[in-house]
């Protein structure tokens, strides 16, 4: 199925318009001091819940995330939605102006989320100290690839080389190939969520405490926890895990098996019962007599012959056929899908996961929603992301600057 862009007539971009309704985190401001991916994914996770997100960027460099990947009609789309609820204003902090202003922000804002490389901010004098003096119930998160200290701090680095180093990339691909990385921004993404919670956690112990602190995220941590024990399984029995492919070492059957029609689905049989159901299904129930199939660990030392029982059933059954079937049998499959299957799944549409938001430059826009629902204080999108400093002037006449503060400070390059 194709689906057609979708043009609509140009719109002048105005200030957006919120719809009042309770979202937990109303109240709370953050300045989102970072670029790409990790500190502004963050950002916008506690824009999606209502707190009020300013997009701090350079005058004259934006955020290299508006110029990533496919744009249309000029404007980035990766932008629309990284930047969405959030007002946006231009600041060149290392300008006299721009540290004094980002001074008087930092006196009525909740978080600052910055991602500059160590030492950066204390160079123009608004390190920790500063930022704490001016307000003592800052959260400050600092979000880089190796963290505030140790040998690798001052290196430059991006989520590509935390996938590298984490050990991702040595246990993803097939055996005899290559260690891959993932066509994605897999490392930053994980380090923005992570952010997001450091954060507010770190607001919870400032319900106590009364005072804020410095969040420390090394975009080289997060990814290596999602990957699960292998330290611990190394630090006591020496054991490295190896590249499996779609295999794994721990239940069998476990692959992506191509259909009659030429799709390709997805099976886990992580729960013993699921196994039995599957080798039911696919005609084989005599290997779940075998004395290996009693345990995952053992199913995938015979790999080989699960993969050829289930292999060879799904080989001459549609997709259509084989999701029914796993169905019918209680057991675990999934078609592989890309996005065009993705945006008509109607498990995904009964969640409402891609949803539509009007945006006045490029009209109705599907990206994905919000990332949980709450039941009774739901977060939404407000607006998509807005041009580079679209709320310059109306943030700083909000904090009290004067016309005539604004040209100054524009006259001397700070906005």
């Known amino acids: 199925m194709t689906h057609p862009a979708v043009t609509a007539p140009a719109a002048p971009v105005t200030a957006p318009q919120t719809t009042p309704h309770t979202t ?16 502004p994914l963050a950002a916008t996770m506690l824009g999606d819940f209502g707190a009020e997100v300013i997009k701090v960027e350079h005058p004259r460099k934006p955020d ?5 990947g496919p744009s249309k009609n000029g404007i980035g789309l990766w932008w629309k939605l990284l930047g969405r609820n959030k007002r946006t204003m231009t600041l ?12 008087r922000l930092a006196a009525s804002t909740d978080v600052i989320i910055e991602n500059f490389r160590p030492g950066t901010l204390e160079k123009w004098d608004l390190g920790w100290e500063e930022l704490s003096a001016a307000n003592p119930r800052l959260v400050l998160a600092r979000v880089t690839a190796f963290g505030q200290f ?15 180093m984490s050990g991702f990339a040595a246990i993803t691909g097939e055996p005899d190939a290559p260690p891959t990385l993932p066509p994605f921004g897999l490392a930053d993404s994980i380090a923005g969520l992570a952010t997001a919670y450091a954060v507010m956690t770190a607001l919870a112990a400032r319900d106590r ?4 602190q410095v969040v420390d995220m090394a975009i080289i941590e997060p990814i290596l926890t999602v990957l699960g024990p292998q330290p611990l399984w190394y630090d006591q029995l020496g054991h490295v895990q190896p590249r499996t492919g779609n295999r794994s070492q721990n239940n069998a059957p476990r692959n992506t098996y191509r259909t009659a029609d030429g799709s390709w689905v997805a099976v886990s049989t992580s729960a013993q019962s699921i196994a039995e159901r599957v080798m039911r299904l696919v005609g084989r129930p005599d290997l779940t007599a075998e004395p290996w199939f009693t345990t995952g660990a053992e199913r995938a030392r015979h790999t080989d012959v699960l993969d050829e029982a289930v292999g060879t059933w799904i080989a001459q059954h549609t997709r259509e056929e084989v999701i ?16 065009r299957d993705v945006m008509t799944d109607p498990q995904y549409q ?14 109705p826009l599907r990206m994905q929603n919000v990332l949980f629902r709450l039941t009774d204080t739901p977060g939404g999108i407000r607006w998509a992301g807005r041009p580079h400093g679209a709320d310059t002037d109306t943030v700083l006449t909000e904090l009290g600057l004067t016309e ?11 906005l």
């Open 24 to 39: 937990p985190l109303t109240g709370l401001r953050v300045l989102d001091l970072a670029t790409l991916f990790a500190g």
């Open 64 to 68: 290299p995330s508006r110029g990533h």
């Open 92 to 103: 060149d902090l290392s300008t006299n102006g721009g540290r004094a202003t980002l001074l």
């Open 150 to 164: 140790g040998p690798y701090a001052h290196r430059p680095g991006f989520g590509t080389l935390a996938e590298a």
């Open 209 to 212: 405490t009364g005072r804020g």
């Open 324 to 339: 029914a079937a796993f169905e019918k049998a209680e057991a675990a499959v999934a078609p592989i899908q890309d996005v």
């Open 350 to 363: 009964a969640l409402d996961t891609v949803t539509t938001v009007d945006d006045p430059e490029l009209g």
């Open 404 to 414: 005539a503060e604004i040209s100054t400070l524009r006259s001397e390059g700070a």
